[in-house]
């Protein structure tokens, strides 16, 4: 209900009460009403930073719905993203999808070659296939 100086204050001060609970929807669901108004403010790159937080808190938690709309916010601002779904997954070969599920569990290459019968060196070309589809740098990121 306010706006300005003290809509942006309460917004800040209900993720900073948030972040200390166990209510990870709702801090979620705080960072995308707060990145949909500092859009709404011409504020982008502070939107962006909001809404990407939003985007990956949801993505985590399976609320599709959210998902999209921080997505579609996020693209308003002119942030380039390729949405995380099910549809990537079917990408992957059969091999790309089981490498990327023994590299989440935390093998290494040469653990991963070891348990399908492949040289560390193609683990790290299917890994490297896989976070292209994904659009992902790191392993840290195949959750």
């Known amino acids: 209900m306010s706006d300005g100086e003290t809509a942006d204050r309460l917004y800040r001060e209900a993720i900073e009460r948030l972040g200390r609970t166990r ?11 707060y990145g949909e108004w500092l859009g709404r ?3 982008r790159t ?3 930073d909001q809404l990407r937080v939003a985007y990956e808190m949801l993505t985590a938690v399976g609320m599709e719905g959210f998902v999209d709309r921080a997505r579609r916010e996020l693209l308003a601002t002119g942030q380039t993203i390729r949405k995380r779904t099910v549809d990537i997954l079917a990408d992957l070969t059969a091999q790309g999808a089981q490498i990327a599920k023994l590299a989440r569990r935390g093998c290494t290459n ?3 070659g ?3 019968f492949i040289s560390p ?7 490297g296939n896989v976070f292209a589809k994904m659009g992902i ?6 959750r």
């Open 121 to 127: 060196r193609t683990v790290e070309c299917h890994l």
């Open 23 to 33: 209510m990870r929807v709702d801090l979620a669901r705080a960072h995308l009403v």
């Open 114 to 116: 070891g348990q399908l």
């Open 110 to 112: 040469q653990e991963i």
């Open 46 to 48: 502070d939107a962006r």
């Open 137 to 142: 740098s790191s392993r840290k990121d195949l």
């Open 41 to 43: 403010e011409q504020r």
